[in-house]
């Protein structure tokens, strides 16, 4: 049995829905409404102290953080790889990996926009120039990896979709939803194409869960 919370809209549990489709595995999901305060809640904190997307529970063991998550189907389920073999590749995936769930995505998540609007009482417009500085400053260092290096392939390493692509989508999906200009970055426009002619990635996109429709 797996259930995961999660909300459509989450970069974190864009990845964890992608990479159960890639593994090929089923799942339940359960709506943590991040615009109405679900997270926030006793309940929810009872599964995740932390109050975030997404949690997976698998037979009755909770697992958090999205790249924590990832590892462990991995681990339990190691066909189809998301790693390649080799320490040195797999160190590249990682790093790629890491430059957009560790430097980019942390910096505007829902909980930092939040904070901009509040307690920094920044304007609609300031946020978005937020998200596009960090978004930029990471797009400009992931592109050069995958444009300059003959380890890319289709996706980020080889021909088969692994950890670093399962990042990047949600990434770019963000980045289109605040309009960032992404004309710099044709490596990674051609590596999401090439993702989002996937079931696997298509079927995860927050446009295609049930609760998308009529939520904030």
Same mark, same amino acid.
């Given at each position: 049995?797996? /259930?995961?919370?999660?909300?459509?809209?989450?970069?974190? @549990?864009?990845?964890?829905?992608? @990479?159960?489709? #890639? /593994?090929? #595995?089923?799942?339940?999901?359960?709506?943590?409404?991040?615009?109405?305060? $679900?997270?926030?809640?006793? $309940?929810?904190?009872?599964?995740?102290?932390?109050?975030?997307?997404?949690?997976?529970?698998?037979?009755?063991?909770?697992?958090?953080?999205? *790249?924590?998550? +990832?590892?462990?189907?991995?681990?339990?389920? &190691? @066909?189809?790889?998301?790693?390649? $073999? %080799?320490?040195?590749?797999?160190?590249?995936?990682?790093?790629?990996?890491?430059?957009?769930?560790?430097?980019?995505? &942390?910096?505007?998540?829902?909980?930092?926009?939040?904070?901009?609007? %509040?307690?920094?009482?920044?304007?609609?417009?300031?946020?978005?120039?937020?998200?596009?500085?960090?978004?930029? !400053?990471?797009?400009?260092?992931? !592109? &050069?990896?995958?444009?300059?290096?003959?380890?890319?392939? /289709?996706?980020?390493? %080889?021909? +088969?979709?692994? *950890?670093?692509?399962?990042?990047?989508?949600?990434?770019?999906?963000? @980045?289109?939803?605040?309009?960032?200009?992404?004309?710099?970055?044709?490596?990674?426009?051609?590596?999401?194409?090439?993702?989002? !002619?996937?079931?696997?990635?298509?079927?995860?996109?927050?446009?295609?869960?049930?609760?998308?429709?009529?939520?904030?």
């Amino acid at each position: 049995m797996i /259930k995961l919370y999660g909300y459509f809209r989450s970069s974190a @549990a864009f990845r964890v829905r992608i @990479a159960l489709n #890639l /593994k090929g #595995l089923d799942y339940d999901t359960e709506l943590v409404n991040l615009s109405t305060g $679900d997270h926030l809640s006793d $309940d929810f904190r009872r599964i995740n102290p932390q109050g975030r997307v997404p949690a997976l529970v698998v037979d009755g063991t909770v697992l958090l953080q999205s *790249l924590a998550i +990832m590892e462990y189907l991995e681990e339990t389920h &190691p @066909a189809p790889a998301f790693l390649p $073999d %080799g320490a040195e590749a797999r160190a590249r995936v990682r790093a790629i990996t890491n430059i957009i769930a560790c430097d980019i995505h &942390p910096l505007n998540n829902l909980a930092i926009l939040n904070y901009l609007s %509040g307690a920094l009482s920044a304007s609609d417009e300031q946020k978005a120039t937020w998200y596009r500085h960090r978004v930029t !400053e990471g797009f400009n260092a992931v !592109e &050069p990896l995958l444009a300059e290096s003959g380890d890319t392939g /289709k996706f980020c390493h %080889g021909d +088969m979709p692994g *950890l670093a692509d399962i990042c990047l989508v949600p990434q770019v999906f963000n @980045a289109q939803r605040f309009n960032c200009d992404l004309s710099s970055y044709p490596t990674i426009e051609r590596v999401f194409k090439a993702c989002m !002619e996937m079931e696997a990635f298509d079927a995860a996109q927050p446009a295609n869960q049930p609760e998308a429709a009529g939520i904030a």
